[in-house]
DNA sequence: AATTTCCATCTTGTATACAAAAAATTTGAC
DNA sequence: GTCAAATTTTTTGTATACAAGATGGAAATT
């Protein structure tokens, strides 16, 4: 009999060296070493992490895969950071995406994770009143990931977190807007309420709204941008 | 200046052998010539597409982000198929996913999409009287991908194209139900109905309904995956 | 007899070597 | 002096060689 050894991925797990090389690459993509359209070359990579080609390329493939870069057979790879109109179109998912969890877990959240969200809201205040902008992002994460669970769906889980990871960099930009963070745990609380209420289009709306790139928070992210392509 | 050279995927582009390999195990996994737990030997498939490793292991990295196989560091890698549980929410992330198109595409959609999907539609009514099940399938997605791109958004429109080709083999099991295809073209023509109307709702909750495996499709799922796994 | 340890073998992961294609530079003609 | 063609150089894609970890079985110990 087949075993149930899904997701047993143990935090010990010595990984390949490709793999660290993957992380440390999309690090560097992220917080921006790489700009823009900039050429990744295999062999000074290579030199960088001081092993082979062999790694970096396999590295490289699975950035090219979760969007970071651009692999153009016979030419090389290049950084490919999302332009204004992707990034809007990718904040637009997100939004629906975390909607949808909302809509889904109102009916299905249990007390347990309830708790759990008033919890990480107590620790988002604080870490608000403390400036703590680290601490904030940790538990706005940790927020974000309790609805996803709540949705009652791995896959939709799964897909989410993948697509919160990749906008992750942008959304601190747009967080430095001021008088965001109080606005957005309100919007916290909103969502909460709706779900301790059941009501799961109230729900969804909220978190629509908490999402959603619009108003002020367009103008932030525009101005983000030029800064980043600079 | 950077050039827009953006998707400009030139069909004839001959591309690597990793890819063309990559492919094909694609074709493979999911018309089930490889069952799933089997493992995918790289020296076999190497002697197999008469290539070295290198461009095989390339492969199925690939497919390892893709979800089609599991690679177990050091270990190997094996077929991955979804089992029931994963499948019915990958159903209902697509269910949601086309919900979100049609809320978008309502008030976003053109008169010649609307007369493309009429179009579609017909075409796929003529496919079901001629019993010409692949035309259907053809037709059937070709209105998926209309709707999809009425959202108005490319990011989600390729998101939604990659979920519908991974649960592509799947549906082709469940849409065997007695009685489904005039059902389903019903659906379609609701669907229609409500975007020419521009009512976002109706035609988010007329797809979702369309897409969601409940009721007689559930029974018909398990079967063909029990079959499947055999 | 059962279990554990050690060793042989096999498989994956990495390094290097080679081939082919694209970019760059040089050289030649006009 | 400019443009173009050809050669050189650089870089990607593939093959092979090597290293390290994992599997399986045999031998030794309890």
Redesign the interface.
Known sequence: M?AENRCVYVSG????RADLIADELEGLILEGTYKD?ARLDEVQLAERFEVSRTPV??AL??LS??GLVEQI??RGVFVRQPGP??LL??F??MA?LEA?CARLAASRITDQALSDLHAANARCDEAVAAQDTDGYYLENERFHAILYRQSG????EQ?CLRLYRRLQPFRRMQLRARGRLPQSMAEHKAIVTALEKGDGEVAAAAIRGHVAVQGEKFHHLMASLKHAAE
């Open positions: 087949r797990m010595d990984r390949k359209g390329r396999e493939q699975r895969q979760s057979p016979r109109v992707e179109e990718m637009e998912v629906e949808v769906n791995g896959f939709l897909e």
